[in-house]
Every structure is written in C-alpha cells, then in structure tokens.
C-alpha cells in the first residue's frame, strides 16, 4: 500500500513539474514580446513629441494676435475718421 501511495505522489510530482515549465514557457513568451512593443511605443511618443513642439509657437502667435487686436481696436475710431466711406 506504501508503493502505491509514493508511486501516486511520483506522478502528481511529475505532473506539477511539467505544469510549472508550461507556466513558465508561456511567462517567457509573454516577455519576450513586450520589448518590440516597447520600441514601436517609443517611436509614436517620439513623434508626438515633435509635434508638441510647436504649441509653444502657438502660444507666442496667440500672444502677439492678442496685442495686435487690441491696437487695432485702440484705433478704431481714428480709422473712421481717416478713411473714406465708400
């Protein structure tokens, strides 16, 4: 009854070991492909970097519309008078 029971914990033993190493084929393949993804992810982020660097632009020209408005406005009344109807 003795060998009976150890051959059976032989096998389970056997079984569990195979299990891990199937766990574990799988955990290696799943990392293994992370670092493509990581590079296609770093070239996208490469490129909206590039584009982000022309919002400080952007807010420059908003600027200089804003005090150009506002001179424009500051005259408007002179330009009324100093241009012709027509």
């Known amino acids: 009854?003795?060998?009976?029971?150890?051959?059976?914990?032989?096998i389970v033993l056997?079984?569990?070991?195979?299990?891990?190493?199937s766990l574990l084929k799988r955990v290696l393949k799943a990392?293994?492909?992370?670092?493509?993804?990581?590079?296609?992810i770093a070239g996208v982020a490469q490129a909206a970097s590039k584009?982000?660097?022309a919002?400080?632009?952007l807010l420059t020209t908003q600027g200089y519309i804003k005090s150009i408005r506002a001179s424009v406005l500051n005259y408007g009344g002179s330009l009324d008078a100093a241009l012709p109807d027509y």
């Open 31 to 40: 990392a293994t492909s992370i670092p493509p993804k990581i590079d296609a």
């Open 55 to 57: 919002v400080a632009v």
């Open 14 to 21: 056997i079984l569990a070991a195979l299990l891990l190493v």
């Open 51 to 53: 584009d982000l660097d």
């Open 1 to 10: 009854m003795a060998d009976v029971a150890l051959w059976l914990m032989c």
